[in-house]
Nanobody, 115 residues
Framework: QEQLVESGGGLVQPGGSLRLSCVAS????????MGWYRQAPGQERDLVAR???????DFADGVKGRFTISRDKAKNTVYLQMDSLKPEDTAAYYC?????????WGQGTQVTVSS
């Protein structure tokens, strides 16, 4: 069964770092364009980072220079390295294809940035 499972979230102080992981089951995702999305309470789910099939990357303006997206095709895993975290980065983080497919939304992983 093809699915995506996110992990790595937690509580971190402003300025801290976290590394999120998205483990994919099934070969569908191995070369698919992938994205990390986030949703804060009361807000829409937004794309924050993307990685293309050729591993080129792009980021939302608010996270450029602080977040890095990468993938390990052998492990079928996509990562989101988040540095210099800010309170406004607090949200549930999800991975999905690009564009996202409804059937692949997982439980997400919560990131809370607070002192």
């Amino acid at each position: 069964q093809e699915q995506l499972v996110e992990s790595g979230g937690g509580l971190v102080q402003p300025g801290g770092s976290l590394r999120l992981s998205c483990v994919a089951s099934g070969s569908f995702f191995r070369f698919a364009p992938m994205g990390w999305y986030r949703q804060a309470p009361g807000q829409e789910r937004d794309l924050v980072a993307r990685i293309a099939s050729d591993d080129t990357t792009d980021f939302a303006d608010g996270v450029k220079g602080r977040f890095t997206i990468s993938r390990d095709k052998a492990k079928n895993t996509v990562y989101l390295q988040m540095d210099s975290l800010k309170p406004e980065d607090t949200a549930a983080y999800y991975c999905n294809t690009l564009p996202p497919l409804r059937q692949f939304w997982g439980q997400g992983t919560q990131v809370t940035v607070s002192s």
